[in-house]
């Protein structure tokens, strides 16, 4: 069983940007996917980001800003979040899965909050 730890979250001014950082009790190189989602009050948890099966995937909405990458050695995948522009505070949760037969493991979430 893996445990997912996220952090980096917080207040931002609007155009900043943020680092989020997930970190895994185990290592990440083997993992089928591992990335990150989001939830906003009142909407649904939306995928942000994730790599899988050696390939990156980004939703339509911040493929432009946001960038994911990964450091094996840490276990650690990482967010960036650019040009952040005022919205409403959403959690962002780091989501991983060992192979296609296992079940989803979240970590704790971390919230984000653009605002002056």
């Known amino acids: 069983q893996v445990e997912l730890v996220e952090s980096g979250g917080g207040l931002v001014q609007p155009g900043g940007s943020l680092r989020l950082s997930c970190t895994s009790s185990?290592?990440?190189?083997?993992?089928?996917?591992m990335g990150w989602y989001r939830q906003a009050p009142g909407k649904q948890r939306e995928l942000v980001a994730r790599?899988?099966?050696?390939?990156?995937n980004y939703a339509d909405s911040v493929q432009v800003r946001f960038t994911i990458s990964r450091d094996n050695a840490k276990n650690t995948v990482y967010l960036h979040l650019n040009s952040l522009n005022p919205e409403a505070p959403a959690v962002y949760s780091c989501?991983?899965?060992?192979?296609?037969?296992?079940?989803?493991?979240w970590g704790q979430g971390t919230q984000v909050t653009v605002a002056s």
């Open positions: 989501h991983a899965r060992r192979d296609p037969s296992d079940v989803s493991v």
């Open positions: 185990r290592s990440i190189s083997v993992i089928f996917t």
């Open positions: 790599f899988t099966g050696g390939s990156t």
